[in-house]
Protein backbone atom coordinates (compact mmCIF):
# COMPACT_ATOMS: atom_id res chain seq x y z
CA UNK A 1 0.00 0.00 0.00
CA UNK A 2 1.41 3.57 -0.61
CA UNK A 3 1.23 5.67 1.12
CA UNK A 4 -1.83 8.09 1.28
CA UNK A 5 -0.55 11.71 -0.40
CA UNK A 6 -3.40 13.47 2.06
CA UNK A 7 -2.19 11.03 5.70
CA UNK A 8 -2.15 13.73 8.45
CA UNK A 9 1.06 12.28 9.11
CA UNK A 10 3.49 13.90 7.37
CA UNK A 11 6.52 12.27 7.25
CA UNK A 12 9.54 14.17 8.38
CA UNK A 13 12.83 12.56 7.59
CA UNK A 14 16.56 13.20 9.42
CA UNK A 15 19.03 12.12 7.81
CA UNK A 16 22.15 10.87 9.76
CA UNK A 17 25.50 9.12 8.94
CA UNK A 18 26.44 6.43 11.59
CA UNK A 19 29.80 7.00 10.65
CA UNK A 20 29.89 10.93 11.83
CA UNK A 21 26.86 10.83 14.05
CA UNK A 22 27.77 9.98 17.30
CA UNK A 23 32.05 10.31 17.08
CA UNK A 24 32.89 12.87 19.20
CA UNK A 25 36.74 12.16 18.98
CA UNK A 26 38.79 15.30 18.93
CA UNK A 27 42.04 16.22 17.26
CA UNK A 28 41.35 14.04 13.82
CA UNK A 29 44.04 14.53 11.17
CA UNK A 30 43.35 14.80 7.46
CA UNK A 31 43.07 11.73 5.73
CA UNK A 32 42.66 9.93 9.11
CA UNK A 33 42.38 6.00 9.90
CA UNK A 34 39.40 4.98 12.19
CA UNK A 35 41.69 4.48 14.76
CA UNK A 36 43.21 8.51 14.53
CA UNK A 37 39.73 10.23 13.88
CA UNK A 38 37.17 8.00 15.61
CA UNK A 39 33.71 6.25 14.03
CA UNK A 40 30.51 6.37 15.15
CA UNK A 41 28.72 3.60 16.33
CA UNK A 42 25.15 2.22 16.31
CA UNK A 43 25.40 2.01 20.33
CA UNK A 44 25.82 5.89 20.05
CA UNK A 45 22.39 6.37 18.97
CA UNK A 46 21.07 5.85 22.37
CA UNK A 47 17.54 6.59 23.58
CA UNK A 48 18.78 10.09 24.74
CA UNK A 49 19.27 10.86 21.03
CA UNK A 50 16.53 9.04 19.72
CA UNK A 51 13.93 10.67 22.49
CA UNK A 52 15.43 14.54 21.33
CA UNK A 53 15.08 13.49 17.86
CA UNK A 54 11.53 12.68 18.58
CA UNK A 55 10.71 15.73 20.29
CA UNK A 56 11.66 17.74 17.40
CA UNK A 57 8.60 15.90 14.98
CA UNK A 58 10.94 13.30 12.72
CA UNK A 59 9.09 10.50 11.91
CA UNK A 60 11.80 8.74 9.86
CA UNK A 61 15.14 8.15 10.47
CA UNK A 62 17.34 7.67 7.35
CA UNK A 63 20.57 5.73 8.71
CA UNK A 64 23.18 6.18 5.94
CA UNK A 65 25.90 4.55 4.75
CA UNK A 66 25.22 1.60 6.98
CA UNK A 67 25.41 -1.48 4.35
CA UNK A 68 28.68 -2.76 3.96
CA UNK A 69 30.92 -1.12 1.61
CA UNK A 70 34.56 -1.08 0.36
CA UNK A 71 36.78 0.29 3.07
CA UNK A 72 40.68 0.74 3.75
CA UNK A 73 39.80 -0.34 7.34
CA UNK A 74 40.71 -3.93 7.84
CA UNK A 75 38.77 -6.72 10.07
CA UNK A 76 39.26 -10.54 10.96
CA UNK A 77 38.27 -12.62 7.92
CA UNK A 78 37.59 -9.21 6.46
CA UNK A 79 40.77 -7.69 4.48
CA UNK A 80 40.71 -4.39 3.53
CA UNK A 81 39.96 -3.16 0.02
CA UNK A 82 42.85 -2.45 -2.55
CA UNK A 83 43.65 1.36 -2.63
CA UNK A 84 42.46 1.33 -6.22
CA UNK A 85 38.87 1.05 -5.74
CA UNK A 86 38.65 2.82 -2.38
CA UNK A 87 37.62 6.62 -2.34
CA UNK A 88 39.11 8.34 1.02
CA UNK A 89 40.00 5.75 4.12
CA UNK A 90 36.32 5.06 5.24
CA UNK A 91 35.15 4.47 1.35
CA UNK A 92 32.13 5.84 -0.08
CA UNK A 93 28.90 4.18 1.05
CA UNK A 94 27.79 3.49 -2.24
CA UNK A 95 30.05 1.24 -3.21
CA UNK A 96 28.39 -1.17 -1.63
CA UNK A 97 30.41 -5.06 -0.95
CA UNK A 98 27.75 -6.90 0.83
CA UNK A 99 24.07 -6.12 0.18
CA UNK A 100 23.72 -8.62 3.33
CA UNK A 101 26.01 -7.01 5.44
CA UNK A 102 26.56 -3.47 7.50
CA UNK A 103 29.62 -1.88 8.06
CA UNK A 104 32.07 -3.62 10.89
CA UNK A 105 33.59 0.07 11.32
CA UNK A 106 29.85 0.95 13.14
CA UNK A 107 29.92 -2.14 16.06
CA UNK A 108 31.81 -1.71 19.48
CA UNK A 109 32.38 -5.90 18.66
CA UNK A 110 32.59 -6.24 14.39
CA UNK A 111 32.08 -9.84 15.06
CA UNK A 112 28.06 -8.97 16.06
CA UNK A 113 27.59 -6.09 13.98
CA UNK A 114 24.39 -7.41 12.68
CA UNK A 115 23.41 -7.86 16.15
CA UNK A 116 24.12 -4.57 17.31
CA UNK A 117 22.45 -2.82 14.29
CA UNK A 118 19.01 -4.65 14.41
CA UNK A 119 19.36 -3.35 18.35
CA UNK A 120 19.42 -0.10 17.00
CA UNK A 121 16.22 -0.26 14.54
CA UNK A 122 14.79 -2.04 17.96
CA UNK A 123 15.47 1.48 19.35
CA UNK A 124 14.14 3.24 16.89
CA UNK A 125 11.15 1.47 16.85
CA UNK A 126 10.42 2.13 20.93
CA UNK A 127 10.71 5.68 19.93
CA UNK A 128 8.07 5.91 17.00
CA UNK A 129 10.52 5.86 14.11
CA UNK A 130 10.39 4.20 11.04
CA UNK A 131 14.22 3.37 9.88
CA UNK A 132 15.20 3.49 6.31
CA UNK A 133 18.33 2.89 4.93
CA UNK A 134 19.87 2.88 1.28
CA UNK A 135 18.97 0.21 -1.11
CA UNK A 136 21.69 0.96 -3.92
CA UNK A 137 20.17 -0.62 -7.11
CA UNK A 138 22.23 0.90 -10.02
CA UNK A 139 26.00 0.02 -8.96
CA UNK A 140 28.40 -2.07 -6.41
CA UNK A 141 31.93 -1.97 -5.41
CA UNK A 142 34.51 -3.61 -7.65
CA UNK A 143 35.38 -5.75 -4.98
CA UNK A 144 31.57 -7.39 -4.47
CA UNK A 145 31.16 -10.66 -2.81
CA UNK A 146 28.80 -11.48 -0.09
CA UNK A 147 29.17 -13.45 3.06
CA UNK A 148 26.34 -13.59 4.46
CA UNK A 149 24.08 -14.75 1.10
CA UNK A 150 27.27 -16.19 -0.99
CA UNK A 151 24.62 -17.71 -3.86
CA UNK A 152 23.39 -14.23 -4.31
CA UNK A 153 26.67 -13.09 -5.63
CA UNK A 154 26.53 -10.64 -8.29
CA UNK A 155 28.40 -11.86 -11.18
CA UNK A 156 28.50 -15.91 -10.56
CA UNK A 157 27.65 -17.49 -13.40
CA UNK A 158 27.87 -14.74 -16.01
CA UNK A 159 28.79 -15.12 -19.35
CA UNK A 160 31.91 -13.28 -19.65
CA UNK A 161 32.06 -13.56 -23.40
CA UNK A 162 29.05 -11.11 -23.78
CA UNK A 163 29.21 -7.40 -23.58
CA UNK A 164 25.04 -7.59 -22.77
CA UNK A 165 23.12 -10.76 -22.01
CA UNK A 166 19.98 -10.65 -20.13
CA UNK A 167 20.68 -12.88 -17.11
CA UNK A 168 24.37 -11.03 -16.63
CA UNK A 169 24.40 -9.22 -13.32
CA UNK A 170 27.38 -6.99 -14.83
CA UNK A 171 28.34 -5.43 -18.36
CA UNK A 172 31.43 -6.44 -19.96
CA UNK A 173 33.91 -4.40 -21.67
CA UNK A 174 34.97 -5.67 -25.29
CA UNK A 175 38.26 -6.02 -26.45
CA UNK A 176 38.71 -2.60 -27.74
CA UNK A 177 36.28 0.61 -25.77
CA UNK A 178 36.99 4.35 -26.42
CA UNK A 179 40.64 3.35 -28.41
CA UNK A 180 41.63 1.73 -25.34
CA UNK A 181 42.31 -2.50 -24.67
CA UNK A 182 42.42 -4.08 -21.27
CA UNK A 183 43.84 -4.09 -18.73
CA UNK A 184 41.38 -2.14 -16.66
CA UNK A 185 43.39 0.94 -15.25
CA UNK A 186 42.03 2.90 -12.60
CA UNK A 187 42.92 6.82 -10.91
CA UNK A 188 45.70 6.53 -8.46
CA UNK A 189 47.85 9.53 -6.79
CA UNK A 190 50.80 8.13 -9.64
CA UNK A 191 48.47 8.21 -12.48
CA UNK A 192 46.79 4.98 -13.69
CA UNK A 193 47.49 1.86 -12.09
CA UNK A 194 46.31 -1.81 -13.53
CA UNK A 195 43.66 -2.96 -11.42
CA UNK A 196 44.59 -6.60 -11.24
CA UNK A 197 41.20 -8.46 -10.74
CA UNK A 198 40.19 -6.90 -14.12
CA UNK A 199 43.39 -7.53 -15.84
CA UNK A 200 41.75 -9.41 -18.66
CA UNK A 201 37.79 -9.24 -17.85
CA UNK A 202 36.74 -5.56 -17.75
CA UNK A 203 33.54 -4.50 -16.30
CA UNK A 204 31.62 -1.25 -17.14
CA UNK A 205 31.53 1.22 -14.80
CA UNK A 206 28.67 2.49 -12.24
CA UNK A 207 27.86 5.82 -14.43
CA UNK A 208 27.99 3.90 -17.34
CA UNK A 209 31.46 4.53 -18.53
CA UNK A 210 32.32 1.89 -20.99
CA UNK A 211 36.39 2.67 -20.79
CA UNK A 212 39.42 0.48 -19.98
CA UNK A 213 40.69 3.92 -18.43
CA UNK A 214 37.64 5.52 -16.52
CA UNK A 215 38.55 9.02 -15.29
CA UNK A 216 38.51 10.20 -11.73
CA UNK A 217 35.05 12.26 -12.46
CA UNK A 218 33.41 8.71 -13.14
CA UNK A 219 32.28 6.03 -10.50
CA UNK A 220 35.80 4.35 -11.19
CA UNK A 221 35.34 2.05 -7.59
CA UNK A 222 32.12 0.71 -8.85
CA UNK A 223 30.49 -1.31 -11.09
CA UNK A 224 27.05 -1.04 -12.98
CA UNK A 225 24.50 -3.58 -12.69
CA UNK A 226 22.55 -4.98 -15.43
CA UNK A 227 18.55 -5.62 -15.18
CA UNK A 228 17.98 -7.03 -18.34
CA UNK A 229 18.02 -3.95 -20.67
CA UNK A 230 21.04 -2.96 -23.02
CA UNK A 231 21.11 0.78 -21.87
CA UNK A 232 23.81 1.76 -24.85
CA UNK A 233 20.29 0.76 -26.98
CA UNK A 234 18.86 3.94 -25.55
CA UNK A 235 15.63 4.45 -22.81
CA UNK A 236 12.55 2.32 -24.15
CA UNK A 237 12.66 -0.75 -21.72
CA UNK A 238 9.30 -1.56 -22.48
CA UNK A 239 10.12 -5.21 -23.04
CA UNK A 240 11.10 -5.91 -19.76
CA UNK A 241 8.54 -8.29 -17.37
CA UNK A 242 5.71 -6.49 -16.09
CA UNK A 243 4.01 -6.39 -12.73
CA UNK A 244 3.12 -9.78 -12.14
CA UNK A 245 5.91 -11.47 -13.67
CA UNK A 246 6.96 -15.03 -11.46
CA UNK A 247 10.20 -14.75 -10.05
CA UNK A 248 11.42 -17.42 -12.62
CA UNK A 249 10.55 -15.00 -15.90
CA UNK A 250 13.08 -12.09 -14.88
CA UNK A 251 16.28 -11.30 -15.10
CA UNK A 252 19.10 -12.28 -12.39
CA UNK A 253 19.64 -9.47 -11.16
CA UNK A 254 15.62 -8.40 -10.78
CA UNK A 255 15.62 -11.82 -8.29
CA UNK A 256 18.66 -10.73 -6.38
CA UNK A 257 17.63 -7.04 -5.55
CA UNK A 258 14.27 -9.09 -4.57
CA UNK A 259 16.21 -10.77 -2.11
CA UNK A 260 17.57 -7.66 -0.83
CA UNK A 261 14.98 -5.79 0.01
CA UNK A 262 13.12 -9.02 1.54
CA UNK A 263 16.08 -9.52 4.00
CA UNK A 264 16.07 -5.67 5.23
CA UNK A 265 12.33 -6.02 5.39
CA UNK A 266 12.67 -9.10 8.14
CA UNK A 267 14.90 -6.88 9.89
CA UNK A 268 12.42 -4.22 10.50
CA UNK A 269 13.66 -1.99 8.04
CA UNK A 270 10.35 0.19 7.52
CA UNK A 271 11.10 1.76 3.78
CA UNK A 272 14.53 2.43 1.43
CA UNK A 273 15.98 5.57 -0.07
CA UNK A 274 16.71 4.01 -3.54
CA UNK A 275 20.19 5.57 -4.91
CA UNK A 276 19.93 6.90 -8.55
CA UNK A 277 16.66 5.84 -8.49
CA UNK A 278 16.31 6.81 -12.91
CA UNK A 279 18.83 4.86 -13.92
CA UNK A 280 17.28 1.93 -13.09
CA UNK A 281 14.28 0.36 -15.16
CA UNK A 282 10.73 1.41 -14.11
CA UNK A 283 9.53 -2.13 -14.99
CA UNK A 284 12.02 -3.41 -12.25
CA UNK A 285 10.62 -1.23 -9.88
CA UNK A 286 7.02 -1.98 -10.78
CA UNK A 287 7.80 -5.33 -9.91
CA UNK A 288 9.82 -4.86 -6.83
CA UNK A 289 7.69 -2.43 -4.79
CA UNK A 290 4.64 -4.03 -5.50
CA UNK A 291 6.44 -7.19 -4.04
CA UNK A 292 7.85 -5.30 -0.89
CA UNK A 293 4.58 -4.14 -0.03
CA UNK A 294 3.16 -7.30 0.12
CA UNK A 295 5.84 -8.47 2.27
CA UNK A 296 5.53 -5.19 4.47
CA UNK A 297 3.15 -5.06 7.68
CA UNK A 298 -0.24 -3.46 6.58
CA UNK A 299 0.79 -3.80 2.99
CA UNK A 300 3.42 -0.85 3.85
CA UNK A 301 6.88 -0.10 2.83
CA UNK A 302 8.32 3.29 2.27
CA UNK A 303 10.22 4.13 -0.84
CA UNK A 304 12.05 7.15 -1.43
CA UNK A 305 13.70 7.65 -5.18
CA UNK A 306 17.20 9.79 -5.25
CA UNK A 307 16.13 10.76 -8.93
CA UNK A 308 17.23 13.48 -11.80
CA UNK A 309 15.31 14.29 -14.38
CA UNK A 310 17.91 15.90 -16.41
CA UNK A 311 20.20 12.88 -16.09
CA UNK A 312 21.00 11.90 -19.72
CA UNK A 313 21.19 8.32 -18.33
CA UNK A 314 17.44 8.44 -17.04
CA UNK A 315 15.97 5.18 -18.69
CA UNK A 316 12.58 6.92 -19.43
CA UNK A 317 11.64 8.78 -22.20
CA UNK A 318 8.97 11.65 -20.48
CA UNK A 319 9.68 13.22 -16.97
CA UNK A 320 11.41 10.22 -14.71
CA UNK A 321 10.41 11.74 -11.57
CA UNK A 322 6.68 11.66 -12.28
CA UNK A 323 7.78 7.94 -14.04
CA UNK A 324 8.71 6.66 -10.54
CA UNK A 325 5.44 8.42 -8.40
CA UNK A 326 3.78 6.11 -11.23
CA UNK A 327 5.63 3.04 -10.78
CA UNK A 328 5.25 2.76 -6.72
CA UNK A 329 7.58 5.89 -5.18
CA UNK A 330 5.92 7.39 -2.15
CA UNK A 331 8.51 10.10 -2.80
CA UNK A 332 11.19 11.67 -5.05
CA UNK A 333 13.72 13.82 -4.76
CA UNK A 334 12.70 17.89 -5.29
CA UNK A 335 16.57 18.95 -6.43
CA UNK A 336 15.67 21.10 -8.71
CA UNK A 337 14.01 23.19 -5.97
CA UNK A 338 16.63 23.45 -4.05
CA UNK A 339 19.63 24.54 -6.84
CA UNK A 340 16.65 27.18 -7.37
CA UNK A 341 16.95 28.48 -3.94
CA UNK A 342 20.84 28.30 -4.28
CA UNK A 343 21.00 30.19 -7.72
CA UNK A 344 18.81 32.99 -5.53
CA UNK A 345 21.90 33.73 -3.27
CA UNK A 346 24.26 33.12 -5.83
CA UNK A 347 22.49 34.65 -9.13
CA UNK A 348 20.83 34.79 -11.59
CA UNK A 349 17.32 34.07 -9.65
CA UNK A 350 14.76 36.46 -7.88
CA UNK A 351 12.53 35.16 -5.39
CA UNK A 352 9.72 35.91 -8.12
CA UNK A 353 11.29 32.76 -9.47
CA UNK A 354 9.83 30.65 -6.81
CA UNK A 355 6.39 30.86 -8.01
CA UNK A 356 7.82 27.76 -10.24
CA UNK A 357 7.64 26.14 -7.20
CA UNK A 358 3.42 26.60 -7.44
CA UNK A 359 3.66 22.64 -8.87
CA UNK A 360 0.32 21.03 -9.63
CA UNK A 361 -0.46 17.15 -9.64
CA UNK A 362 1.43 14.08 -8.12
CA UNK A 363 5.06 16.09 -7.85
CA UNK A 364 3.62 18.56 -5.97
CA UNK A 365 2.03 16.18 -3.20
CA UNK A 366 4.57 13.56 -3.31
CA UNK A 367 8.31 15.54 -4.28
CA UNK A 368 10.87 15.28 -0.88
CA UNK A 369 11.86 18.86 0.06
CA UNK A 370 15.47 19.46 1.36
CA UNK A 371 18.12 22.24 1.89
CA UNK A 372 20.72 19.94 2.56
CA UNK A 373 21.68 16.43 2.05
CA UNK A 374 25.19 14.13 2.03
CA UNK A 375 25.91 15.40 -1.49
CA UNK A 376 25.03 18.88 -0.69
CA UNK A 377 26.96 21.78 0.50
CA UNK A 378 26.11 22.83 3.84
CA UNK A 379 23.55 25.97 3.59
CA UNK A 380 25.62 27.58 6.48
CA UNK A 381 28.97 27.12 4.20
CA UNK A 382 31.12 30.57 3.79
CA UNK A 383 31.96 29.08 0.44
CA UNK A 384 28.55 29.06 -1.04
CA UNK A 385 24.85 29.88 -0.51
CA UNK A 386 26.03 33.88 -0.25
CA UNK A 387 28.44 33.07 3.19
CA UNK A 388 25.67 34.01 5.29
CA UNK A 389 26.14 31.44 8.24
CA UNK A 390 23.30 29.21 9.97
CA UNK A 391 20.55 31.87 9.49
CA UNK A 392 20.20 31.25 5.75
CA UNK A 393 19.11 27.58 7.06
CA UNK A 394 15.61 29.90 8.33
CA UNK A 395 14.85 31.50 5.13
CA UNK A 396 15.45 28.46 2.73
CA UNK A 397 13.57 25.86 4.75
CA UNK A 398 10.44 27.59 5.82
CA UNK A 399 10.07 28.46 1.83
CA UNK A 400 10.70 24.68 0.61
CA UNK A 401 9.09 23.01 3.65
CA UNK A 402 6.21 25.30 3.82
CA UNK A 403 4.98 25.71 0.07
CA UNK A 404 4.58 21.71 -0.60
CA UNK A 405 2.80 18.98 0.89
CA UNK A 406 4.98 15.85 0.73
CA UNK A 407 7.80 14.76 2.99
CA UNK A 408 10.52 16.70 4.26
CA UNK A 409 14.06 16.27 5.04
CA UNK A 410 16.73 17.50 7.45
CA UNK A 411 20.35 16.69 7.38
CA UNK A 412 22.07 16.22 10.86
CA UNK A 413 23.99 19.20 11.77
CA UNK A 414 22.21 21.44 9.21
CA UNK A 415 19.52 22.12 12.57
CA UNK A 416 22.96 23.25 14.27
CA UNK A 417 24.37 25.31 11.71
CA UNK A 418 27.18 22.75 10.69
CA UNK A 419 29.28 24.97 7.99
CA UNK A 420 31.63 22.12 7.15
CA UNK A 421 34.83 24.09 6.85
CA UNK A 422 38.00 22.24 6.30
CA UNK A 423 39.78 19.19 4.18
CA UNK A 424 38.89 15.99 6.33
CA UNK A 425 40.46 13.95 2.99
CA UNK A 426 39.16 12.83 -0.17
CA UNK A 427 37.07 15.59 -1.13
CA UNK A 428 38.99 18.11 -0.22
CA UNK A 429 37.32 21.67 1.18
CA UNK A 430 34.47 21.67 -0.55
CA UNK A 431 31.64 22.80 2.22
CA UNK A 432 30.25 19.18 2.29
CA UNK A 433 30.57 16.85 5.40
CA UNK A 434 33.10 14.45 3.59
CA UNK A 435 31.44 10.99 3.03
CA UNK A 436 34.47 9.45 2.22
CA UNK A 437 36.34 9.86 5.34
CA UNK A 438 36.58 9.00 8.97
CA UNK A 439 36.05 12.23 11.15
CA UNK A 440 33.58 14.39 12.90
CA UNK A 441 30.59 16.60 12.43
CA UNK A 442 32.26 19.44 14.91
CA UNK A 443 28.90 21.49 15.22
CA UNK A 444 26.73 18.84 15.72
CA UNK A 445 29.23 17.09 18.13
CA UNK A 446 28.32 20.39 20.37
CA UNK A 447 24.98 19.14 20.53
CA UNK A 448 25.75 15.39 20.91
CA UNK A 449 27.62 16.60 24.52
CA UNK A 450 29.58 13.19 25.02
CA UNK A 451 26.23 11.13 23.95
CA UNK A 452 23.93 13.08 26.31
CA UNK A 453 22.70 14.58 23.27
CA UNK A 454 21.43 17.70 25.36
CA UNK A 455 22.68 20.27 23.34
CA UNK A 456 24.92 21.26 26.68
CA UNK A 457 27.86 22.54 24.26
CA UNK A 458 25.71 24.70 21.83
CA UNK A 459 26.05 28.64 21.38
CA UNK A 460 22.58 30.38 22.07
CA UNK A 461 22.09 31.27 18.38
CA UNK A 462 22.59 27.31 17.95
CA UNK A 463 20.14 26.24 20.45
CA UNK A 464 17.54 29.07 18.66
CA UNK A 465 18.00 27.44 15.43
CA UNK A 466 17.35 24.04 16.41
CA UNK A 467 14.72 24.97 18.16
CA UNK A 468 13.17 26.41 15.27
CA UNK A 469 13.41 23.55 13.04
CA UNK A 470 11.62 21.96 15.92
CA UNK A 471 8.89 24.76 15.68
CA UNK A 472 8.68 24.63 12.20
CA UNK A 473 8.40 21.23 11.48
CA UNK A 474 5.67 20.85 14.04
CA UNK A 475 3.72 23.42 12.70
CA UNK A 476 4.27 21.89 9.06
CA UNK A 477 2.12 19.06 10.30
CA UNK A 478 -0.88 21.01 10.45
CA UNK A 479 -3.69 20.52 7.50
CA UNK A 480 -2.98 24.13 5.87
CA UNK A 481 0.92 22.52 5.08
CA UNK A 482 -0.09 19.15 4.70
CA UNK A 483 -3.19 19.25 2.92
CA UNK A 484 -3.68 23.11 1.66
CA UNK A 485 -3.28 24.87 -1.92
CA UNK A 486 -0.64 26.91 -2.44
CA UNK A 487 -1.14 30.67 -3.78
CA UNK A 488 2.20 32.76 -4.69
CA UNK A 489 1.86 36.21 -3.90
CA UNK A 490 4.48 37.76 -5.65
CA UNK A 491 2.50 37.97 -8.91
CA UNK A 492 0.31 40.45 -7.00
CA UNK A 493 3.27 42.22 -6.00
CA UNK A 494 5.87 43.15 -8.25
CA UNK A 495 4.97 46.34 -8.21
CA UNK A 496 4.16 46.72 -4.90
CA UNK A 497 6.82 49.33 -3.67
CA UNK A 498 6.72 48.27 -0.30
CA UNK A 499 7.33 44.99 -1.01
CA UNK A 500 10.56 44.44 -0.30
CA UNK A 501 12.79 46.61 -2.09
CA UNK A 502 16.77 47.20 -1.92
CA UNK A 503 18.87 50.07 -2.78
CA UNK A 504 17.22 50.98 -6.89
CA UNK A 505 15.42 48.17 -7.62
CA UNK A 506 12.53 49.58 -10.12
CA UNK A 507 10.72 46.07 -9.39
CA UNK A 508 9.50 43.81 -6.20
CA UNK A 509 10.14 40.56 -5.26
CA UNK A 510 14.08 39.64 -5.45
CA UNK A 511 14.47 39.10 -1.73
CA UNK A 512 11.08 39.08 -0.27
CA UNK A 513 8.84 36.03 -1.00
CA UNK A 514 5.40 35.49 0.51
CA UNK A 515 2.24 33.03 -0.38
CA UNK A 516 -0.89 31.38 0.95
CA UNK A 517 -1.29 27.97 2.38
CA UNK A 518 -4.92 27.30 2.86
CA UNK A 519 -6.58 23.71 3.64
CA UNK A 520 -10.12 23.84 1.73
CA UNK A 521 -11.54 21.05 4.38
CA UNK A 522 -10.64 22.87 7.76
CA UNK A 523 -10.36 26.41 6.05
CA UNK A 524 -7.32 26.75 8.45
CA UNK A 525 -5.08 28.86 6.62
CA UNK A 526 -1.61 30.39 6.62
CA UNK A 527 0.43 33.61 5.26
CA UNK A 528 4.23 32.98 4.98
CA UNK A 529 6.66 36.13 4.24
CA UNK A 530 10.22 35.53 3.99
CA UNK A 531 13.19 38.00 4.13
CA UNK A 532 15.92 35.85 2.35
CA UNK A 533 18.75 38.72 2.41
CA UNK A 534 21.91 37.54 4.13
CA UNK A 535 22.01 41.80 5.42
CA UNK A 536 19.55 44.01 5.01
CA UNK A 537 16.62 44.13 7.61
CA UNK A 538 13.28 44.58 5.54
CA UNK A 539 10.89 47.77 6.71
CA UNK A 540 8.01 49.00 5.96
CA UNK A 541 6.61 46.18 4.83
CA UNK A 542 3.23 45.68 3.06
CA UNK A 543 2.32 42.55 1.59
CA UNK A 544 -0.61 42.33 -0.75
CA UNK A 545 -3.24 39.95 -1.01
CA UNK A 546 -4.77 38.77 -3.97
CA UNK A 547 -9.14 38.05 -4.14
CA UNK A 548 -8.15 34.61 -5.07
CA UNK A 549 -6.95 34.18 -1.87
CA UNK A 550 -9.48 35.99 0.29
CA UNK A 551 -11.66 33.91 -1.45
CA UNK A 552 -10.60 30.66 -0.88
CA UNK A 553 -10.07 31.69 2.73
CA UNK A 554 -13.72 32.46 2.90
CA UNK A 555 -13.89 36.25 3.63
CA UNK A 556 -13.59 38.97 0.88
CA UNK A 557 -14.86 41.68 3.23
CA UNK A 558 -15.14 42.04 7.03
CA UNK A 559 -12.12 41.47 9.91
CA UNK A 560 -9.40 38.99 9.61
CA UNK A 561 -6.82 38.26 12.32
CA UNK A 562 -2.90 37.37 11.43
CA UNK A 563 -1.36 36.03 14.46
CA UNK A 564 2.55 34.81 14.06
CA UNK A 565 3.15 31.20 15.74
CA UNK A 566 6.49 31.00 15.90
CA UNK A 567 8.94 33.66 15.93
CA UNK A 568 6.75 36.47 17.94
CA UNK A 569 3.89 37.62 20.29
CA UNK A 570 2.46 39.24 17.27
CA UNK A 571 -0.70 39.73 16.16
CA UNK A 572 -3.19 42.45 13.94
CA UNK A 573 -6.49 42.09 12.65
CA UNK A 574 -7.43 43.90 9.80
CA UNK A 575 -10.17 44.58 7.60
CA UNK A 576 -10.21 41.81 4.70
CA UNK A 577 -11.21 44.11 2.09
CA UNK A 578 -7.95 46.99 2.79
CA UNK A 579 -5.92 43.65 1.97
CA UNK A 580 -6.06 43.87 -1.69
CA UNK A 581 -5.74 47.28 -2.19
CA UNK A 582 -3.36 48.65 1.15
CA UNK A 583 -1.97 45.31 1.83
CA UNK A 584 -0.82 43.90 5.38
CA UNK A 585 1.61 45.94 7.20
CA UNK A 586 4.14 43.79 9.08
CA UNK A 587 6.65 44.73 11.68
CA UNK A 588 10.26 44.63 10.16
CA UNK A 589 12.27 41.29 9.12
CA UNK A 590 15.74 40.73 9.71
CA UNK A 591 17.91 38.96 7.73
CA UNK A 592 17.07 35.53 6.59
CA UNK A 593 13.48 36.01 8.76
CA UNK A 594 10.59 34.51 8.75
CA UNK A 595 6.81 35.73 9.33
CA UNK A 596 4.42 32.43 9.97
CA UNK A 597 1.03 34.05 10.19
CA UNK A 598 -2.27 32.04 10.99
CA UNK A 599 -5.10 33.95 9.45
CA UNK A 600 -8.34 33.80 11.52
CA UNK A 601 -11.71 34.70 10.90
CA UNK A 602 -13.49 35.67 13.76
CA UNK A 603 -15.94 33.15 13.32
CA UNK A 604 -12.90 31.14 13.86
CA UNK A 605 -11.04 32.62 16.79
CA UNK A 606 -11.79 31.44 20.17
CA UNK A 607 -11.12 35.37 21.31
Known sequence: ?????????????????????????????????????????????????????????????????????????????????????????AGSPYAIRDHFDVSPDYAKEPAKRLEEFRALVGRCREHGFETLIDFVPNHVARSYQSDVRPELSFGVGDDLNCSFERNNNFYYLGGQEGGQGPPLRLPAAEGEMIYEPERVTGRVTGNNARSWAPTSDDWYETVKLNYGHDYTTGGDTSHLPGIDAAPDEVPDTWRKMDEVLSYWQEFGIGGFRADMAHMVPMEFWRWAIARARARGPEGKAFFLAEAYDGDPAKLWHGNVLEALLESGFDSVYDGESSELMQQIYEGPKWANDLDELAWRGPLFQNALRYAENHDEVRIASPYRWGGHGMKVGRAVSAILFGSARGPLMVYSGQEVGEPAVGASGFSGDDGRTSIFDYGTVPELTKWVNGHCYDGGDLSAEQGELRAWYGQVLTLFTEPAFTRGDFLPLNPSNRDNPAFGRIGEESASGHWLYAFLRIDPETRQAFLVVVNLHGTEVMRDLRVLLSREGLSRIGRLEGPLRFAERVAADWSVTVKAESLVRQGLALPDLKPCAVALLEIVTPRDDPR
Open 1 to 89: MKADANDRRRVLIYQLMVRHFGNIREGGVLNGTIEENGCGKFGDINDAALSSLREMGFTHLWLTGVLEHASLTAYPKRPADDPLIVKGH
